[in-house]
């Protein structure tokens, strides 16, 4: 960002921060919100709930400063707050309720963030917040390495320090941190668990203007729907596949782990156990602030579901007002119509030559061919001999199709269903190949006793025969079922 002038003139006037800082009211108006909000970790508040907590705050506050301190009403001031000009509060609706609900904005956060880096600490610790920045360098510096022999040597670097330090807790020499070290790394934990409530709240803002968006686009669309999706989807994506959408994601799967879970309770108990820890009060909540993390999470993960539920039904009643427009012009031309049923116009109403264009190119067309004439020779015929067997003629096989049909019939008398393997198990081939394929025949085509025919694909059978010479032969087919009929 630039810091010039200008633009810094241009955020005092229009950003909420900075207008939440130049309120009149500004200490009344943080220590509100901070201490109903954001030490809770409340996502939303009904009004009723939240008018209540303001009336009680008000309440004291004219104890204290008088009752000309704050003229407003509590519905006022949380009207006020909400007002597009300022955006302390966010004012929407859930679905199912007539109730009001409200949330701190992003820019509200921030402003209270930064009052509350003003108070003057007594510890100022520097050596982790070191630690983490050379952390942080070995992991980019390592990750994007493309060296397999670098990496390598660094690994074994970290490997003999490991070992090292294993030899020392082996002879006794146990190194811990003193109770600086420990306060210095518990407040820039602090620190972090606080910034990460922060980035939930931004992220969720950053999807709600999506959606914002979104809409406004559907309503003034006048294209294809596909289009619209495509884009719609397209911006989706690319909010998911940011840097921050990213990180979101990865922090989220990092959380979710049960073990990830049980290991960072573990360590937090142990370390709000020590005596040094003990002594800063970081609060009872401190206990569970990685169930904080998950609850602001999956507020994030279901105001999204939310958003995409609702986009879907903005969709869905689009398509609805679309169809009806449809039905409205049919229904206009059918009254139409029968308007003038009765009043025909003179001649022909519609001429169609053809129902489509003959087109002939010209060298489509076939040439000319002169016809031949057959030459008949006059010969005798004369009686001659043939050293063939005629028998064969006389030796086909002709396959009985209703036979086969009445075995089919037979075995659904009695089963609701029956494979080809089965019948041809009770049934054996007596003309081999030639009366399976008739049974595929029977099968594909359609029977008034077989109502309907099953293939299973994934499922392969064999069918054994024996030919004339006593060799036996083998196919293997998918499963094909026979159903009664009404099945």
Same mark, same amino acid.
């Given at each position: 960002?630039?810091?010039?002038?200008?633009?810094?003139?241009?955020? =005092?006037?229009?950003?909420?921060?900075?207008?939440?800082?130049?309120?009149?009211? @500004?200490?009344?108006?943080?220590?509100?919100?901070?201490r109903?909000?954001?030490?809770?970790?409340?996502?939303?508040?009904?009004?009723?709930?939240?008018? !209540?907590?303001?009336?009680?705050?008000?309440?004291?506050?004219?104890?204290?400063?008088?009752?000309?301190?704050?003229?407003?009403?509590?519905?006022?001031?949380?009207?006020?707050?909400?007002?597009?000009d300022?955006?302390?509060?966010?004012?929407?609706?859930?679905?199912?309720?007539?109730?009001?609900?409200?949330?701190?904005?992003?820019?509200? *956060?921030?402003?209270?963030?930064?009052?509350?880096?003003?108070?003057?600490?007594?510890?100022v610790?520097?050596?982790?917040?070191?630690?983490?920045?050379?952390?942080?360098?070995?992991?980019?510096?390592?990750?994007?390495?493309?060296?397999?022999?670098?990496? $390598?040597?660094?690994?074994?670097?970290?490997?003999?320090?490991?070992d090292?330090?294993?030899?020392?807790?082996?002879?006794?020499r146990?190194?811990?941190?003193?109770?600086?070290?420990?306060?210095?790394?518990?407040?820039?934990?602090?620190?972090?668990? +606080?910034?990460?409530?922060?980035?939930?709240?931004?992220?969720?803002?950053?999807?709600?203007?999506?959606? %914002?968006?979104?809409?406004? %686009?559907?309503?003034?669309?006048e294209?294809?729907?596909?289009?619209?999706?495509?884009?719609?989807m397209?911006?989706?994506?690319?909010?998911?596949?940011?840097?921050?959408?990213?990180?979101?994601?990865?922090?989220?799967?990092?959380?979710?782990?049960?073990?990830?879970?049980? *290991?960072?309770?573990?360590?937090?108990?142990q370390?709000?156990?020590?005596?040094?820890?003990?002594?800063?009060?970081?609060?009872?909540?401190?206990? +569970?602030?990685?169930?904080?993390?998950?609850?602001?999470?999956?507020?994030?993960?279901r105001?999204?579901?939310?958003?995409?539920?609702?986009?879907?039904?903005?969709?869905?009643?689009?398509?609805?007002? *679309?169809? =009806?427009?449809? $039905?409205?012009?049919?229904?206009?031309?059918?009254?139409?119509?029968? @308007?003038? =049923?009765?009043?025909?116009?003179?001649?022909?109403?519609?001429?169609?030559?053809? $129902?489509?264009?003959?087109? *002939?190119?010209?060298?489509?067309?076939?040439?000319?061919?002169?016809?031949?004439?057959?030459?008949?020779?006059?010969?005798?015929?004369?009686?001659?001999?043939?050293?063939?067997?005629?028998?064969?003629?006389?030796?086909?096989?002709?396959?009985?199709?209703?036979?086969?049909?009445?075995?089919?019939?037979?075995?659904?008398?009695?089963?609701?269903?029956?494979?080809?393997?089965?019948?041809?198990?009770?049934?054996?081939?007596?003309?081999?190949?030639?009366?399976?394929?008739?049974?595929?025949?029977i099968?594909?085509?359609?029977?008034?006793i077989?109502?309907?025919?099953?293939?299973?694909?994934?499922?392969?059978?064999?069918?054994?025969w024996?030919? !004339?010479?006593?060799?036996?032969?083998?196919?293997?087919l998918?499963?094909?079922i026979?159903? =009664?009929?009404? $099945?």
């Amino acid at each position: 960002m630039s810091f010039d002038y200008e633009t810094l003139e241009l955020l =005092r006037k229009n950003h909420p921060s900075w207008k939440l800082l130049n309120a009149q009211h @500004a200490p009344f108006i943080a220590s509100f919100l901070h201490r109903v909000f954001l030490v809770p970790n409340i996502r939303m508040m009904a009004q009723s709930d939240l008018k !209540e907590a303001l009336e009680d705050e008000l309440f004291v506050l004219r104890e204290k400063q008088g009752s000309e301190a704050f003229k407003g009403t509590s519905q006022s001031y949380l009207n006020d707050w909400a007002e597009n000009d300022k955006g302390w509060l966010r004012k929407f609706y859930i679905d199912g309720t007539d109730e009001p609900y409200f949330d701190v904005t992003p820019a509200t *956060e921030k402003a209270i963030t930064w009052l509350a880096s003003l108070t003057q600490r007594a510890f100022v610790g520097t050596e982790s917040r070191l630690l983490t920045l050379f952390e942080l360098l070995r992991q980019m510096s390592e990750g994007s390495e493309v060296d397999p022999q670098v990496r $390598m040597a660094e690994l074994h670097k970290r490997r003999d320090a490991i070992d090292y330090e294993i030899e020392q807790l082996a002879t006794g020499r146990i190194s811990i941190l003193d109770d600086s070290a420990l306060k210095d790394r518990f407040q820039q934990f602090l620190q972090l668990a +606080r910034d990460l409530l922060t980035d939930f709240r931004e992220v969720e803002h950053n999807f709600r203007e999506l959606d %914002r968006r979104v809409r406004e %686009r559907i309503t003034l669309w006048e294209g294809s729907k596909g289009k619209l999706l495509e884009e719609i989807m397209g911006e989706r994506d690319a909010i998911a596949d940011s840097d921050q959408g990213k990180s979101f994601h990865a922090f989220w799967d990092f959380l979710m782990s049960q073990s990830r879970q049980d *290991e960072f309770s573990k360590m937090i108990y142990q370390v709000l156990s020590l005596e040094p820890i003990r002594e800063m009060q970081p609060g009872n909540r401190m206990h +569970r602030v990685h169930y904080d993390w998950l609850e602001a999470g999956e507020h994030t993960q279901r105001m999204v579901a939310r958003l995409s539920e609702q986009l879907r039904h903005f969709l869905d009643d689009k398509a609805w007002l *679309e169809n =009806r427009r449809i $039905m409205d012009i049919l229904r206009s031309v059918e009254s139409h119509a029968i @308007a003038l =049923r009765d009043h025909l116009p003179d001649g022909p109403f519609m001429e169609i030559a053809d $129902m489509y264009a003959s087109i *002939e190119l010209p060298l489509e067309r076939p040439l000319y061919k002169p016809s031949i004439k057959p030459v008949i020779a006059d010969l005798l015929i004369q009686n001659g001999h043939a050293d063939v067997d005629v028998a064969v003629l006389y030796q086909q096989v002709v396959i009985h199709k209703a036979g086969l049909q009445a075995h089919i019939r037979h075995e659904l008398n009695s089963n609701n269903q029956i494979s080809l393997s089965e019948i041809i198990n009770r049934h054996p081939l007596q003309h081999g190949l030639a009366e399976l394929v008739t049974y595929l025949q029977i099968a594909a085509s359609t029977d008034s006793i077989i109502q309907r025919t099953v293939v299973d694909e994934e499922t392969k059978e064999l069918v054994y025969w024996q030919t !004339e010479n006593g060799l036996q032969r083998q196919a293997v087919l998918p499963r094909i079922i026979f159903v =009664r009929g009404g $099945m």
